[in-house]
């Protein structure tokens, strides 16, 4: 079976760094996927690590370590607009495509 | 927009009741995945059909099917209906098994169960 575990909430305030963690337990790893939620929006894909290692997308940054199970998705200069639920997702043969609880993103003035 | 269209947006039924949400992926897309989505809840993974077929099978209740037709576009019908089965349900769509854990969500169809 398939099991991610992230933090339920996070808060931080505009212009700081925040960091979400995930940690997967998975048969079969094909990669750590980000994707951000506004409020009864469609889910949107932001990030994706196949390999260990940090992957940059201007704001948004994402790690992965296969050997710990384990990813973050990092997100810098926090604007306002950022306030958002993320998922963090794991994929396995086939393309099914498992989300996590996902952290709801408070971002305060 | 990310070319998944979805209908109805919204749905009201009473328990007991059959309905039928109705998926259309992007343009050239051959995957579609249903999720379903309860308040304050993450993505269930339901299932997921490619090219017609049914490629993945998650937490979908016996009350749940769903099918992909030749024209690509998916049907995921809901009986029996229960208070419970209120929640937002989205499809989405892939080019082949998800490349770089990357598919497209439509707005969703919300459904209500009073």
């Known amino acids: 079976g398939q099991s991610l575990e992230q933090p339920s909430e996070v808060t931080a305030v505009e212009g700081a760094i925040v960091q979400i963690n995930c940690t997967y337990q998975?048969?079969?790893?094909?990669?750590l996927s980000w994707y951000q939620q506004h409020d009864g929006g469609a889910p949107t894909f932001l990030s994706y690590n196949a390999l260990d290692g940090l992957e940059e997308t201007g704001r948004f940054s994402s790690f992965l370590s296969r050997s710990d199970s384990y990813g973050y998705l990092l997100l810098q200069e926090l604007q306002m607009k950022d306030s958002a639920s993320y998922f963090c997702?794991?994929?396995?043969?086939?393309?099914?495509?498992?989300f996590g609880q996902g952290t709801e993103l408070s971002v305060k003035p | 927009d990310s070319g998944v269209t979805q209908t109805p947006k919204h749905l009201i039924t009473a328990t007991g009741q059959r309905v039928t949400l109705r998926c259309s992926p992007r343009s050239g897309d051959l995957s579609v995945y249903w999720y379903q989505q309860s308040l304050d809840q993450g993505l269930q993974f339901l299932i997921q059909?490619?090219?017609?077929?049914?490629?993945a099978k998650g937490n979908i209740l016996e009350r749940f099917s769903a099918q992909q037709f030749p024209d690509l576009h998916s049907e995921l019908n809901l009986s029996s209906l229960e208070l419970g089965d209120s929640a937002l349900y989205f499809c989405?769509?892939?080019?082949?098994?998800?490349?770089?854990?990357?598919?497209?969500f439509g707005e969703g169809s919300w459904l209500t169960v009073v």
């Open positions: 989405a769509s892939s080019v082949e098994g998800g490349q770089r854990n990357t598919i497209y």
């Open positions: 997702a794991v994929g396995s043969q086939g393309g099914k495509l498992i």
């Open positions: 998975t048969s079969g790893f094909y990669g």
């Open positions: 059909y490619y090219n017609g077929e049914e490629r």
